[in-house]
Every structure is written in structure tokens, then in C-alpha cells.
């Protein structure tokens, strides 16, 4: 995972295996209250899921601001320049 | 991930139920602490009656329950001849026993109970090693037990309940009890704070406490059904779901009342740990399974002690299941 697009990709792949949504539902501006009814014990699975997968942690106060689809992709993707900026 | 519930007509007659609970709740202590344990047992029967006498769809439900249990080889032991409307008034008789008990348990009376252990040393292992533990318990018998075996095992009791009255309800428990380790901590399905604050719990070794018999409004989506005193009945999937999100050993834990301020009370191991696959068809399954295993447990007591069953309502009616199952 390097680039915006293959984290777009890996969220997708995630809400979609890991939640059972449809991918056509799931946009960058869907919100994951009222559009992909997920809940709190979700957003801990999901956060969970994501640093198994591909070693990125989402705290606290991460899980705190996402309120989209777009909000995980881009904290996601900072987290990713920050790591591999970190590892050259 | 922040996520908003709908501000729906149910959200907000929760809310107004739970305003109404909390005045009840400060009321309820005024006046038990004004007439004593004693008056207010004796005036307890004739509310218990009016209650009886008004609340039609409760005691139907009651009865509808008392036959379910009467069609089991125990419960008919337990109950003897077929449940009538005198089986059921004293069921409503028990209830109201039961919040008397809770009244003085508030306010930190443990010392005038008795209580009687049953399986309390693997729990007692546990909270030595500053293990956290996650307990479920159920509308049967008296929760507030766990208040005696939280001030013998010096451990701190966390109750995760569905309130926005979190605060107020820890300052009240506070005034009442100071040394007592209780806390309320919210449960919010729109945020994941409160999954955090009770891990942070369990990184403690302290215990979560959580009721697990009751579909909430809150838990949409989260439930299953599985066999419950010989027909289907809906149970939530959230607190086995935040077993395995929490990652600890999960115990069942009732107090049973066996006499004026008695109690028996029962933990029992259930899970060593809750584990689940990631995808959504096997999990759904697993959950419901782990479900099944607290459903059977509880109603082995259950039918111990029938009429401490508080679920004055139908039970075998509540919200069907969603997207999970």
C-alpha cells in the first residue's frame, strides 16, 4: 500500500469483507453513522483490522475525527508518508 | 470513526424515560432513608398490587412467561402446580423485594446482607493477578451483588449501561456510598470512546459489568436469536461482541435472593476468551453461538429461582434480528 488510490482500495476492501457492505455503496463522502450504519465496536474492529493488515495505528483521538469514508483514507495515507518517510 | 444515531421519537422517549428514572431514582433514596427498610417493605405491597392490577401487558407477560417456565421438567418442580394469576402477583411481589434490597445495597449496607459465594475463586484468581474481567449479567435476581463481591475482592466494578446520565448517576451512587468502587460508564453506540474507556478498564485489571438479556434501541442491529425456555428469543450480540473486542475472560454473574437479605450469588466462567472470525456469514454464527452458550446458562438459573426473572414484558417479542444474523 503506497499510494491514495491503494489506500481507497484497502478501506473498500476491509468495509466491504470485514462488514458485509456492497462496494458500489461505499463512496469517499459516506458517513459511517448514517450511511454505512456502522457503530462504535465497528470503528474498534475496523482500527484493529487496519493495524493487522497493514501495520497502521488509529487511536483514539484518530477514530475520534473520521466521520467519512475520505477522513479514514486521508489520516490513513498521512500515517502511511509519515511511516515510510520514517523508514528511509 | 464517529458515528450518529437518527434523533428518532424512540431516542427521545428514551431520554425522557431516563430523566423520569433519574428523579425516581434520587426520590426512591430520599424516601427509603426517611422510613427505613422495614415500612418500606410493608408499603411495598400495596404498590406492588396497584401496579399488579394496572399493568395489564406486564401481567400477561408475566403469566405468558410463568407457563413457559411450568412446561420445563425444573421449572415445574420449582413452581409445583400450573402458574396462575396469584403465581404472578408474586412475581411482581418479588420484584418489588428485589428494589427494596437494591435500595439498601446503594447505599452501602452490604454489611447487614448475607452473602453466599458459589465459583467466586477463579473471579477472585483473576482480579488478584490485575486481570480485567468482563462479567455479564441478566434481569434475574439482584445485579447490585456485585457491589459485596466488588468491596471483598477490592476491585473496581465499571457497569457499562446505555444512559446520557453517566455523571449524574456516579455522583448519586457517589453521595450515597463514597467508598464503594462503582462506576457507571456510558455505552455509546455512536462513539468510540466508551469501547476505549473500557478497555482502559481492563488494561487495569478492574471488572466491566454488563447486563446482556435486553435488546436496547440502541443496539439496532445488534442481536440474534437463539433457544430460550423452549422457543426463540431475541438476545443482543453487543456485550459478546465487546468480549472479544476487550479480549478477557467473561463470566456470568447473578445474585439470587434466598431470603430477607440474602443472596446467593453465582459466578460461572463462560468464555476463557471471545474469539471471531472476520467474515460476516462464519462471525454472525460464532457470535450467535456464544450467545446461545450465555442463553443456556442463564436459564439454568432461571429455573432455580423463576420468579426473580424482572422482564416484565415479552420477552420472546423483542426486536427481531438485523443485518447480523
Given amino acids: 500500500m503506497e499510494t491514495k488510490d491503494e489506500v481507497v482500495q484497502a478501506v473498500v476492501v476491509i468495509l466491504v469483507e470485514r462488514f458485509a457492505l456492497r462496494a458500489e455503496e461505499i463512496q469517499l463522502e459516506s458517513r459511517f453513522g448514517d450511511d454505512l450504519d456502522l457503530d462504535s465496536i465497528d470503528a474498534i474492529d475496523f482500527a484493529v483490522h487496519v493495524e493487522e493488515e497493514h501495520g497502521l495505528v488509529l487511536d483514539e483521538d484518530d477514530l475520534k475525527e473520521l466521520r467519512t469514508v475520505g477522513d479514514v483514507v486521508d489520516v490513513l495515507y498521512r500515517k502511511l508518508e509519515v511511516s515510510t518517510r520514517g523508514a528511509a | ?325
Fill in chain 2, 1 to 325: 470513526m464517529s458515528v450518529k444515531a437518527g434523533s428518532g421519537s424512540a431516542a427521545s422517549w428514551d431520554r425522557r424515560a431516563e430523566r423520569g428514572a433519574m428523579l425516581g431514582l434520587r426520590f426512591g433514596v430520599a424516601f427509603f432513608r426517611l422510613v427505613g427498610a422495614r415500612l418500606c417493605l410493608l408499603l411495598a405491597i400495596p404498590v406492588v398490587t396497584y401496579f399488579f392490577l394496572t399493568d395489564r401487558d406486564g401481567r400477561r407477560a408475566s403469566l405468558d412467561y410463568l407457563r413457559r417456565v411450568h412446561a420445563t421438567p425444573d421449572g415445574r418442580r420449582v413452581l409445583g402446580r400450573p402458574p396462575t394469576r396469584w403465581t404472578s402477583y408474586r412475581h411482581y411481589r418479588g420484584f418489588a423485594l428485589a428494589i427494596v434490597d437494591r435500595l439498601d445495597l446503594w447505599l452501602g449496607r452490604e454489611s447487614r446482607f448475607s452473602f453466599e459465594f458459589h465459583g467466586r475463586e477463579p473471579l477472585a484468581k483473576l482480579v488478584k493477578e490485575k486481570r480485567g474481567v468482563l462479567v455479564l449479567g441478566a434481569h434475574l435476581g439482584s445485579f447490585d451483588a456485585l457491589r459485596a463481591l466488588a468491596r471483598l475482592d477490592r476491585v473496581v466494578v465499571n457497569l457499562a449501561m446505555y444512559t446520557n446520565h453517566a455523571a449524574r448517576i456516579n455522583r448519586v451512587f457517589r453521595d450515597l456510598s463514597p467508598e464503594a468502587e462503582v462506576r457507571v460508564i456510558p455505552l455509546d453506540p455512536t462513539s468510540a470512546h466508551s469501547v476505549f474507556a473500557l478497555r482502559g478498564c481492563i488494561e487495569r485489571g478492574e471488572m466491566v459489568a454488563i447486563l446482556a438479556d435486553r435488546v436496547h434501541p440502541g443496539d439496532r442491529r445488534r442481536r440474534c436469536e437463539v433457544p430460550f425456555l423452549g422457543a426463540p428469543a431475541s438476545f443482543p450480540t453487543g456485550p459478546h461482541e465487546l468480549a472479544a473486542v476487550l479480549g478477557c475472560p467473561v463470566f456470568l454473574l447473578l445474585g439470587l435472593r434466598t431470603g430477607r437479605r440474602r443472596y446467593d450469588v453465582v459466578a460461572e466462567r463462560l468464555f476463557e476468551r471471545v474469539e471471531l472470525p472476520r467474515r460476516p456469514p462464519e462471525r454472525a454464527a460464532r457470535v450467535a453461538s456464544y450467545v446461545a452458550d450465555y442463553a443456556a446458562a442463564l436459564e439454568r438459573h432461571v429455573l432455580r429461582a423463576p420468579l426473580q426473572w424482572y422482564n416484565f414484558f415479552d420477552f420472546w417479542e423483542q426486536p427481531r434480528s438485523g443485518r447480523m444474523s
